[in-house]
């Protein structure tokens, strides 16, 4: 809502300075445009008087004057009756700009896999949204939910699941947790209890999920992954019951799972009466196709599928959500129960709502074009300077994987990187098993800047080739 204000002259903080290049009303037109797009002033709000304004500042009348006439032109202000200025009502959202979020001074260039932009992060439209929430909330709202999570925030997320991941879902089968961390261990706890003893994790893979396999009192098995996803055949001559995989954009290799792979995986599970647990962690973003279905609209009786907002907004929000079958949910929310009563109230309400107004949607499509682009940055500069690397990765996602040159020592060009200051991660932090395979690296692109990616491929040139 615009303040509205009575009988006085709104007194709105605009500084010019006089020291710098450009005149004064150029200055003051770039001010007010900063601070309607901003939102400091808002749509319908009253702006003081052209000679209120002149004598605040200490400039002509007409500077100000002619200030107002170009902003209405440009669609920011109306002149309505009685020569009274205000922001334009018709002001889209869309105008108003990104929140900067301030960077910590980060020394050198940092190809950190997983880590979205972070400076991206859509803040003023979480705040919307959690406004929109405190002003909605009811008084259970405020008490302990529902431990599976709010009834709406499921709704909403059973019928994006169904709409991008072509998820097979009912609501009832959706619980909110705290990401996908919180949500793999639910679900190993619950799969443990229902007699679960081994694990298979995809090597190589997440370099933490070994752990958590093993800190659920569960025992990991590695199995290889090529060019096709997770080997099935290897899979079978293993133990285990239960696999954990990232099938629409595999980490870190990045290869998306063949579609027969999908099929062999589907015959185990049936065979072993297996549970497959898909990580959809960075499922939204994929740039020349559409976004490959998820495995759990497959066989929804046999996959539990995780997903969480921490690629798509920020992992600060630890929100995720499980799709487990019929005859897992139950006991998963009951962990969840047992485990904190509940992800926090307000902050569903908020995401359903950015769901809902269509933000979260716009937000990703923002985003898929952001990250494009760093793609590119990254395909082109790795084509310019280390010509014979070959890149795996890049349909989807913001990591790719690219083999270095046999007989090439992994660590000691991670070590040489580093002292230049660019900051690599080798493909053998994600062994599991560590042998004497392939040397690669690991970029993480979606937190740094096109010119980034540029400078530090080009700076690290010679230690690829
Ligand atoms: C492959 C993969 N899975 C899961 C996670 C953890 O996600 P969350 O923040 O939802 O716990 C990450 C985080 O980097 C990841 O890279």
Same mark, same amino acid.
């Given at each position: ?11 709105i903080?605009l500084?010019l300075?006089?020291g ?12 007010? *445009?900063?601070?309607?797009r &901003? +939102? *400091? ?12 304004l ?24 109306t ?10 009502l ?9 929140v900067?979020?301030? &960077?910590?001074?980060?020394?050198g260039?940092?190809?950190?896999p ?8 859509p803040?003023?439209?979480?705040l ?18 529902e ?25 009832? /089968? ?20 229902? +007699? ?9 893979g ?11 009192g ?11 996803g ?23 290799t #990045? ?6 792979r ?8 049936e065979?072993?009466?297996g549970?497959m647990?898909e ?7 994929r ?15 046999r996959?539990v599928?995780?997903? &969480?907002?921490?690629?798509s ?11 487990a ?11 969840k129960? *047992? &485990?904190?009563?509940?992800?926090? #109230?307000l ?17 990703l499509?923002r ?27 890049l ?9 270095l040159p ?10 040489a ?14 062994r ?8 690669a690296?690991?970029?993480g692109?979606g /937190? ?18």
């Amino acid at each position: 809502m615009a303040v509205e204000w009575s009988g006085l002259t709104p007194e709105i903080m605009l500084h010019l300075d006089r020291g710098v290049r450009g005149t004064l009303g150029a200055q003051l037109q770039e001010a007010l *445009r900063t601070a309607i797009r &901003s +939102g *400091r002033l808002q749509a319908g709000e009253r702006l003081p008087s052209s000679r209120k304004l002149a004598a605040d500042l200490g400039v002509s009348r007409g500077l100000v004057q002619g200030t107002y006439e170009q902003l209405a032109a440009e669609g920011y202000l109306t002149a309505t009756g009685g020569g009274t200025t205000r922001v334009a009502l018709a002001l889209r959202q869309s105008t108003v700009e990104q929140v900067t979020l301030s &960077s910590p001074v980060e020394a050198g260039i940092a190809f950190v896999p997983g880590r979205p932009d972070l400076g991206s992060f859509p803040m003023r439209d979480w705040l919307w949204a959690w406004g929109e929430a405190a002003r909605t909330a009811s008084r259970s709202d405020i008490g302990y939910g529902e431990a599976a999570g709010s009834p709406r925030l499921r709704d909403v997320l059973a019928s994006y699941l169904q709409r991008v991941r072509a998820a097979s879902i009912s609501a009832h /089968d959706v619980i909110v947790c705290n990401g996908f961390t919180q949500g793999l261990a639910l679900t190993l706890d619950v799969l443990r209890e229902q +007699g679960t003893e081994t694990v298979a994790v995809e090597d190589p893979g997440h370099p933490q999920m070994a752990m958590h396999v093993r800190r659920a009192g569960l025992t990991p098995v590695p199995v290889p992954v090529d060019a096709q996803g997770v080997r099935v055949g290897e899979l079978r001559r293993t133990p285990a019951t239960a696999v954990i995989l990232t099938p629409a954009h595999q980490t870190p290799t #990045g290869v998306v799972l063949a579609p027969g792979r999908r099929q062999e995986l589907l015959r185990w599970a049936e065979e072993r009466d297996g549970v497959m647990i898909e990580d959809d962690y960075d499922s939204e973003f994929r740039y020349d196709r559409r976004p490959v279905g998820a495995l759990q609209g497959l066989a929804p009786d046999r996959v539990v599928l995780i997903g &969480s907002v921490s690629k798509s907004l920020g992992p600060t929000l630890r929100l995720g959500w499980i799709l487990a079958p019929s005859h897992l949910a139950p006991a998963i929310a009951e962990e969840k129960h *047992r &485990s904190d009563r509940g992800s926090p #109230g307000l902050d569903q309400l908020a995401l359903t709502r950015l769901i809902e107004s269509g933000r979260y949607d716009a937000h990703l499509r923002r985003m898929r074009r952001a990250y494009a682009a760093k793609r590119v940055a990254l395909a082109e500069a790795l084509r310019r300077h280390a010509p014979h690397l070959r890149l795996t990765g890049l349909d989807a996602g913001f990591h790719a994987a690219a083999a270095l040159p046999e007989g090439t020592d992994e660590a000691a060009v991670i070590a040489a990187a580093g002292r230049r200051s660019i900051h690599l991660h080798g493909m053998r932090r994600y062994r599991v098993d560590r042998g004497s395979e392939p040397p690669a690296v690991v970029f993480g692109f979606g /937190d740094l800047s096109e010119h980034a990616i540029r400078s530090g491929i080009a700076r690290i040139a010679d230690l690829l080739r």
